[in-house]
C-alpha cells in the first residue's frame, strides 16, 4: 500500500553503498491488519528516530503490534463499532471491576477484625513513634538571589507571628503556604514516622507538643512553620493510618492463609509454561492449561496472561526474564488473588451503579482522547452516511500522518489501553511477519548510522547590521555579554 512506503531522499542514499543493497530490493511487509499494511522500511525508518530504543527484534515486534492496534482501533472508528458496549467495556475495565470488589471485601474484613476507635488514634498519637504536623511553607528555589532568600524569611516570621498570636493555623496555610501538597489541606500532612521528612523539618517537628508552634525552620525547601495538632484535631487521620498499617498486614496473611485453606498448589512446569506464554500472548489468550490448582478451580495460562496484560507490557518483558522461583511465586500470588475474588463473589461483593458510571465515564474520556490523539474525530469517519469503504481509507489516511510524526521523531507512538487491543484483535484481522521484522531491524541500523555520520547543518552567519555593525542600527548584545 502506497501510504506505508517510506520515500528515501536521495541525500540519504548518496554515499552509502550498503543502504542501498538494503533499500533497492522490493520493501517487504512487517505487519498487516484490516487490508492495510505496514511496510519493513516504514518500521526501520520508526525504530530509528525514537530515542532510546534498541535495534533488535524484539523491540521491532513490540513497535509493529503497536500499529496493528491503532490500525485496528482506526478501523474499528471508521466502521462506527461501539466500543463502549457494556461487554467490551467490561473486559476493557476488568482491573477496575477486579480492585473494586477486592476492596470491598478488603473493607469487610477490616471492620470485623479490627474495631477503630478513638482509643486506637490515641494510642498512637501518646506513643510517639507516628506525628501529624502542620505547616507553612515559603519556598525558595535555588538558584536565588540574597535578597530573594531574605524576603521569604521575612514573609515566614510574619506567618509566624500570627500563627502564634492566635489565627487559625489551617487558615493561614491555605492564604500563605506555597506547599501545592498540603496548603488546600490547611497544610496537613499524613502521618509519618520519625524520619519520614528531610532532617530539619523531622527533627523540629519532634521537639513539639500538643498545640506547640515553631520559629522559622529552613529546609531545602524554604522556610516551615510547623505545628503540632493536639490528638482532637487529627484523630480521623490517624484511625485511617492505623487502619491501612493494619489492613496492609491483614492482607498478607488473609491471602496466606485462604492459599493454605483452599490447598494452592502451583506446577512444577508453570515457569516455563509463563515464559511460552509470555512469548506468544495471542495463542496464550485461549489457552486452559493449568499453572495452579486449588480446591473447585484453578489458574490457567490464559488467567496468567489475563493479569499480566491488566498489569502492563513492561511486567510482562520483565517476568520473562525471571528465574524459575519469582515466576512460581508470581504464579502462587495470582493464585491467591483469584481465591480471593471468589471469596469476595460469596460474600455478594459487588461494584456500585455509581462505581460503574465513573469506570465508564473515565473510559469514555480515554477513548476521546485516543481519537484526537489519532486524528479521528471528523465528520467524514463518524458520519453514516458515508460509505464504509471511504470512511476506512480516511482513517488509514489519518494514521498515516499520526505514523508521518513518529517517523520524523516529534511524537512518540501512544499505546492503546492493553485490554481494549485484546478485544480489537477478537474481532480483527492482522499479523506480524518475522522476516519484515528482521528485514527492519537491517533497514533501522543503516537508517541510525547514516544518521550519525551525517555532517551537522550548515549554519550561516547572520546578516551584518546596517551601517556595517556599528551605530544606532547595530544589535545590542545579549544580557551579560561583552
Not at 237 to 244: E, V
Not at 352 to 370: C, I, K, N, P, Q
Amino acid at each position: 500500500m502506497r501510504w506505508w512506503v517510506v520515500t528515501v531522499p536521495a541525500a540519504l542514499l548518496s554515499g552509502c553503498e550498503n543502504l542501498k543493497d538494503i533499500v533497492s530490493p522490493r520493501a517487504e511487509v512487517a505487519a498487516e491488519a484490516q487490508g492495510q499494511q505496514l511496510q519493513a522500511e516504514r518500521l526501520g525508518k520508526v525504530m530509528a528516530s525514537v530515542k532510546g530504543l534498541p535495534l533488535t527484534q524484539q523491540a521491532a515486534e513490540v513497535v509493529a503490534n503497536t500499529w496493528v492496534d491503532h490500525m485496528l482501533f482506526a478501523q474499528a472508528v471508521a466502521a462506527g463499532r461501539d466500543l463502549t458496549d457494556s461487554a467490551i467495556a467490561a473486559a476493557v475495565l476488568w482491573p477496575q471491576l477486579t480492585e473494586a470488589r477486592a476492596t470491598h471485601w478488603h473493607d469487610t474484613l477490616l471492620a470485623r477484625r479490627t474495631p477503630m476507635g478513638p482509643a486506637v488514634a490515641d494510642s498512637i498519637y501518646a506513643a510517639e513513634g507516628v506525628r501529624v504536623l502542620q505547616h507553612i511553607l515559603i519556598r525558595v528555589q535555588a538558584p536565588v538571589k540574597p535578597e530573594e532568600r531574605a524576603a521569604a524569611r521575612r514573609k515566614a516570621e510574619q506567618a509566624g507571628r500570627r500563627a502564634t498570636s492566635g489565627a487559625d493555623f489551617a487558615k493561614l496555610a491555605r492564604e500563605l503556604s506555597e506547599d501545592p501538597g498540603s496548603k488546600a489541606a490547611g497544610g496537613y500532612l499524613p502521618p509519618a514516622p520519625r524520619g519520614q521528612w528531610v532532617t530539619a523539618f523531622d527533627s523540629a517537628g519532634w521537639r513539639l507538643k500538643p498545640g506547640e508552634i515553631t520559629g522559622v525552620v529552613e529546609s531545602p525547601f524554604g522556610y516551615h512553620i510547623l505545628r503540632r495538632p493536639p490528638v482532637e484535631e487529627v484523630r480521623d487521620k490517624l484511625i485511617d493510618f492505623a487502619r491501612a498499617r493494619f489492613g496492609a498486614s491483614l492482607d498478607s496473611v488473609y491471602l496466606k492463609e485462604l492459599g493454605q485453606r483452599k490447598n494452592l498448589k502451583v506446577q512444577g512446569d508453570a515457569p516455563a509454561r509463563m515464559r511460552q506464554a509470555l512469548a506468544d500472548r495471542d495463542r496464550a489468550r485461549t489457552d486452559g492449561t493449568g499453572l495452579a490448582a486449588y480446591d473447585g478451580g484453578r489458574l490457567t495460562v490464559a488467567d496468567f496472561i489475563r493479569w499480566v496484560t491488566a498489569l502492563g507490557q513492561a511486567l510482562g518483558g520483565d517476568l520473562g526474564e525471571q528465574p524459575d522461583s519469582v515466576l512460581a511465586g508470581f504464579a502462587r500470588t495470582l493464585g491467591e488473588n483469584t481465591l480471593l475474588l471468589r471469596e469476595a463473589d460469596s460474600a455478594g461483593m459487588s461494584v456500585s451503579g455509581e462505581e460503574w458510571a465513573a469506570m465508564l465515564a473515565g473510559y469514555r474520556v480515554e477513548l476521546d482522547s485516543l481519537r484526537a490523539g489519532f486524528g479521528l474525530s471528523g465528520n467524514d469517519l463518524t458520519d453514516p452516511a458515508v460509505p464504509a469503504h471511504e470512511r476506512a481509507k480516511v482513517a488509514a489516511l489519518q494514521l498515516e500522518g499520526y505514523w508521518d510524526r513518529i517517523a520524523e521523531g516529534s511524537q512518540r507512538p501512544r499505546p492503546v489501553p492493553p485490554l481494549l487491543a485484546v478485544e480489537l484483535r477478537k474481532e480483527g484481522e492482522y499479523k506480524v511477519v518475522g522476516a519484515g521484522l528482521r528485514r527492519a531491524v537491517e533497514l533501522a541500523v543503516a537508517f541510525k548510522a547514516q544518521a550519525d555520520s551525517a555532517p551537522p547543518p550548515r549554519r550561516d552567519a547572520p546578516p551584518p547590521a546596517p551601517g556595517g555593525g556599528s551605530g544606532p542600527g547595530a544589535p545590542a548584545p545579549a544580557p551579560g555579554g561583552k
